[in-house]
């Protein structure tokens, strides 16, 4: 069964730095394309970004209000995903949640980040 | 930056069918998949490549896709199927950037 338990997260003041990690087991995690997304309170979905495949080239690519200051990584070794964030926003406030797949079918538990000061 | 439209909400009554629509300028040449969201909950894919159903998601659940168009179809919707629905798309020629839509509120009563 597929599982994406994901940790990190919590309070961080504007301009600030804190990293999301996604365990991921269950499939072949070295074969998957994974993608970040979050959601504002009462707010609608947002595409964060997604990284490629090792094979594929591993390359991420971010949506463009965290473009330059988030960065998305794995460790296939680990089968763990991470988002790391920096220069934090107020409006980066969100339940973040990693996801399988360049067109997700399988979803973290989601994790709350509050930019507040 | 590419954009997907949806109506904010949606109503009906128990038994009717229900629609929502997508509207994108790449949607005749990329795919629209559908997403259901229940509250508190994580997403659900219902629908990829604009009409397939994922394996466990209810016949009653169905897509389309004509033109700038993708349609959701929820036909004798349930009150259960009272949820938010987002569908989800790229713009860019070699889909490196995706995008939801700003979701349909589904009310069923």
């Known amino acids: 069964e597929v599982h994406l338990v994901q940790s990190g997260g919590g309070l961080v003041t504007p301009g600030g730095s804190l990293i999301l990690a996604c365990a991921a087991s269950g499939f072949n995690f070295t074969d998957a394309w994974m993608t970040w997304v979050r959601q504002a309170p009462g707010k609608g979905l947002e595409w964060v970004g997604r990284i490629a495949t090792k094979r594929d080239g591993g390359t991420a690519d971010y949506g463009a209000p965290v473009r330059g200051r988030f960065v998305i990584s794995r460790d296939d070794s680990k089968t763990m995903l991470f988002l790391q964030m920096n220069s934090l926003k107020t409006e980066d406030t969100a339940v973040y949640y990693c996801a399988a797949g360049i067109v997700p079918a399988r979803w973290g538990q989601g994790t709350l980040v509050t930019v507040s000061s | 930056s590419y954009e997907l439209t949806q109506p904010p909400s949606v109503s009906v009554s128990p038994g009717q069918t229900a629609r929502i629509t997508c509207s994108g300028d790449?949607?005749?040449?990329?795919?629209a998949f559908w997403y259901q969201q229940k509250s508190g909950q994580a997403p659900l894919l219902i629908i990829y490549e604009d009409n397939k159903l994922p394996s466990g998601i209810a016949d009653r659940f169905s897509g389309s896709s004509s033109g700038t168009l993708a349609t959701l179809t929820i036909s004798e919707a349930q009150v259960e199927d009272e949820a938010d629905y987002y569908c989800y798309s790229t713009g860019d020629s070699d889909s490196h950037n995706w995008v939801f839509g700003g979701g349909t509120k589904l009310t069923v009563l």
């Open positions: 790449a949607l005749p040449k990329k795919f």
